[in-house]
């Protein structure tokens, strides 16, 4: 999220802006979703069913944020020009923005949840 507010400030325009931050979420979601299927793996031999099932949901939270980042990308290919040059009422900004609005939500999520498995590892 740092990163990303960073790219806006920085990038000359919002799309220079959106490649960047795009770039950088292509390699989060490959860590996003090995990180925890990695520690899934680890836990399975202490069995300890909390810390599993967290772990389970950041994967879970991890796949979906990467599907709908599938999606935005999708939808900036088809926009005939960038995204923030759409009207405000445009259909494909507003379900553009909606996604956006979830995929942030997802991350945050994700992030949350890690914080929640460290402390749950050990306390158990």
């Avoid at 069913?49 to 991890?62: G, H």
């Avoid at 960038?82 to 445009?90: G, K, N």
């Avoid at 996604?99 to 050990?122: D, K, P």
């Amino acid at each position: 999220m740092l990163a990303a507010s960073a790219a806006f400030r920085a990038a000359g325009t919002p799309a220079i802006a959106a490649d960047v931050v795009g770039s950088m979420l292509t390699r989060w979601h490959y860590i996003a979703l090995a990180a925890p299927l990695a520690l899934f793996v680890l836990e399975l031999r202490r069995v300890r069913r909390v810390v599993l099932l967290l772990v389970f949901a950041c994967v879970l939270l991890a796949a979906a944020q990467s599907l709908v980042d599938l999606r935005i990308r999708g939808i900036r290919a088809s926009s005939p020009v960038a995204i923030s040059d759409l009207r405000r009422e445009d259909p494909l900004r507003r379900r553009f923005g909606m996604l956006h609005g979830l995929s942030m939500m997802l991350l945050a999520l994700q992030a949350i949840g890690a914080g929640v498995v460290v402390m749950a590892r050990e306390e158990l």
